[in-house]
């Protein structure tokens, strides 16, 4: 069966799945959710892994008097994003399936929700397939609105519509750049195809056509100052949607800078260069921003930010050894950045399940407010430490192969560099990364020990219990592709290696060769860790056994003479931050008051609350939307509710187009 038939039985199972949505019975629509999804699974992971193991799959889709025909094109850069996007949508979909349980009253919801789901696996999937331009907008758009009506699944809620129109609206952004990107590519080439960027030279219209695409690409991933949606969007959206969105839809961004940089032909160090410059930063100002948030959504929408950043650098890193001729450098850089994809992938979907887990059995995102839920939810506790230390880059879990090869990569450039700007860039990255790496695990640590250790801090409106199966299995899923990454990570890189090697034209023989010592350190750090691990558990399994039948007697903690303890005297995360904040005061920590002075010893009633702010989104976006607003406000009188004003339009548009055509301003 061709790439073109197998489209055509996606379009079909969409439509069934859209008619037997709307009306099977309300219990069933989540299994058949599931069932329409694997069924897109199944028929786009053929290609994909064909296109990953054998060549390119190609075919075309002809729609006669409207766009011509459009190339359908699942090579290994596509095939590498669809299959990562099929494992995060069935994962989400078992969880949502669960989590949704709790909304049975929103009847109306529920079943657009599921509508649009399907939709939105689908449209992703398109996104990867499609070559030709008009159609890859067509099913971004698609994408983004499918995403929108899963954003605003709780439409009654006031802040869940604004955080919905503030998504719409920076996406919608995102399209204009790209259309603009690709007008000016047909202008130049008289093609949409991406493949056209390659008959480019190097002059004014191909650094324009680049910035452009790359800035539409760039929103939807959410690199600073794009990144505005994301800290409103994941919070607002149900949980197992947030992790789809973090785990998935920001890679998308990535595939199109993938997909604009692998057709470059010329400027490459510069464009590495910008890239890497532009990474570093966004990755600093994404896990600097997480430190100081004490909503653990809206924290881990800024750590997605984070592992952005750190994308970018395998990026820049790549295009940098593209630009010197060093080819293992551009391995390295574009490898770990795919390999990081991945994993991001899978360790960002983890957390957002775990905090819907807590979401739905404590209603706060206020990790203030929280504590002591390892005893009640132990599972969901377990599972959140491992993505935590796996988005620490911790072993044996998979955020430290990607990591670490990127890693090798900086290194790699740093020796074989000449330049000072390059070496000094090169010598910031690093050193960036490595503070990067150092405040997540702070704001992790921060996060996990306020949730999950300690007393509750408040009185909660009913008594937690773990998680149901069924919002557990994804969670198990995801934590055995986590652990397949760490301790056989050669088999990953092979095929990240040759995903590289067919999109820049990288020998990848004698590469994975030279990669081969690399590769073996990792697994055996992956290894040892995970030995290491597994004894503790060993030693701690055979003492449970011991010592099981032994009476046992609680009694409280020795509390240095204190006998009557205060839960709000527990170290909380404003606490835990208060340092890191006055350190890094450029995130403009808002205070109602002064804080204590140390010689005041004995103060009086006194109130005092911190709260961060985003900088780039108080002192530049939003003086921009409302200079905007401002701006359009003037022209309000040409929306006037009047039919007759409207028709006037129309024929003067008409008149307008006319006159062009007799004056040959318009051909």
């Known amino acids: ?35 329409i999804v694997l069924a897109n699974t199944a028929l786009s992971a053929i290609p994909s892994i064909l296109a990953l193991t054998t060549g390119p799959q190609l075919g075309v889709f002809n729609i006669p008097h409207l766009v011509g025909d459009i190339n359908i094109k699942i090579d290994s850069l596509s095939a590498w994003f669809i299959l990562i996007i099929n494992f995060t949508s069935i994962t989400g979909v078992l969880y949502g399936s669960g989590y949704l349980k709790t909304y049975s009253h929103l009847k109306t919801n529920l079943e657009l929700h599921w509508v649009f789901y399907i939709l939105f696996h689908l449209s992703m999937v398109w996104v990867c397939m499609f070559d030709n331009g008009i159609a890859f907008l067509i099913a971004w758009e698609l994408m983004s609105l499918s995403s929108l009506m899963l954003v605003i699944f709780e439409f009654q809620n006031k802040q869940t519509l604004k955080a919905g129109i503030n998504y719409m609206v920076q996406m919608h952004l995102s399209v204009v750049l790209l259309t603009l990107g690709f007008i000016l590519l047909y202008i130049n080439t008289g093609s949409f195809n991406f493949e056209a960027i390659a008959q480019m030279s190097s002059n004014k219209n191909s650094i324009w056509i680049f910035v452009l695409l790359f800035c539409g690409f760039a929103i939807k991933a959410g690199f600073i100052p794009f990144h505005t949606w994301l800290p409103h969007a994941h919070p607002a959206a149900p949980s197992h949607v947030s992790g789809v969105m973090s785990g998935v839809i920001v890679k998308l961004g990535i595939y199109g800078i993938f997909r604009i940089i692998m057709y470059l032909r010329h400027d490459w160090l510069l464009f590495g260069e910008v890239i890497l410059l532009l990474s570093v930063l966004t990755a600093l100002y994404g896990i600097a921003n997480a430190a100081v948030k004490y909503d653990f959504k809206q924290m881990l929408a800024y750590c997605t930010i984070e592992n952005i950043g750190i994308i970018g650098i395998g990026l820049g890193i790549g295009l940098m050894g593209i630009g010197n001729g060093d080819k293992t450098m551009a391995v390295l850089g574009f490898s770990g950045a795919l390999l990081h994809t991945l994993n991001h992938s899978l360790f960002k979907s983890l957390l957002f399940f775990g905090a819907g887990s807590v979401y739905q059995q404590t209603h706060t995102r206020n990790i203030e407010r929280l504590g002591g839920l390892i005893k009640k939810m132990p599972v969901t506790a377990m599972m959140f430490l491992i993505g935590s230390m796996a988005i620490g880059g911790v072993p044996p879990f998979n955020g430290f192969v990607s990591e670490f090869i990127i890693y090798n990569g900086l290194f790699k450039g740093l020796l074989g560099f000449q330049g000072i700007s390059q070496t000094i860039l090169l010598v910031l990255t690093i050193t960036g990364l490595v503070i990067v790496g150092g405040m997540s695990l702070i704001t992790f640590t921060k996060t996990f020990g306020v949730i999950f250790l300690g007393n509750p801090r408040q009185e909660l409106p009913h008594e937690p219990k773990e998680a149901s199966f069924i919002m557990l299995l994804p969670q198990y899923l995801i934590v055995a592709a986590m652990l397949s990454v760490a301790l056989v990570p050669q088999f990953f890189f092979s095929y990240a290696n040759k995903v590289v090697s067919a999109a820049f034209a990288i020998e990848s023989a004698g590469s994975a060769v030279s990669f081969a010592p690399m590769v073996q350190s990792i697994a055996s750090v992956g290894k040892i860790s995970m030995v290491f691990i597994v004894l503790m558990i060993t030693i701690f399994g055979i003492r449970w056994l011991i010592v099981r039948k032994r009476h046992s007697v609680a009694y409280e903690t020795w509390g240095c003479g204190y006998a009557a303890p205060v839960k709000k005297a527990q170290y909380s995360g404003q606490s835990f931050t208060r340092s890191f904040g006055l350190l890094f005061s450029f995130l403009k920590g808002k205070r109602t008051s002064e804080r204590i002075q140390k010689e005041k010893l004995y103060p009086g009633q006194y109130s005092y609350s911190t709260h961060y702010i985003d900088i780039l989104e108080e002192y530049f976006v939003a003086p921009l939307a409302k200079r905007l607003t401002f701006t359009l406000n003037y022209f309000q009188f040409i929306q006037n509710g009047q039919i007759q004003s ?18 040959n301003l318009i051909y």
Do not use: C, K, N, Q
């Open 1 to 35: 069966m061709g790439t073109t038939h197998l489209m055509v039985w996606m379009a079909l199972v969409l439509i069934v799945g859209l008619v037997g949505l709307i009306i099977v019975r309300e219990r069933y629509r989540p299994l058949l959710a599931l069932l």
């Open 646 to 663: 409207y028709v006037l339009y129309g024929l003067f548009f008409i008149i307008l187009v006319f006159l062009g055509t007799a004056f």
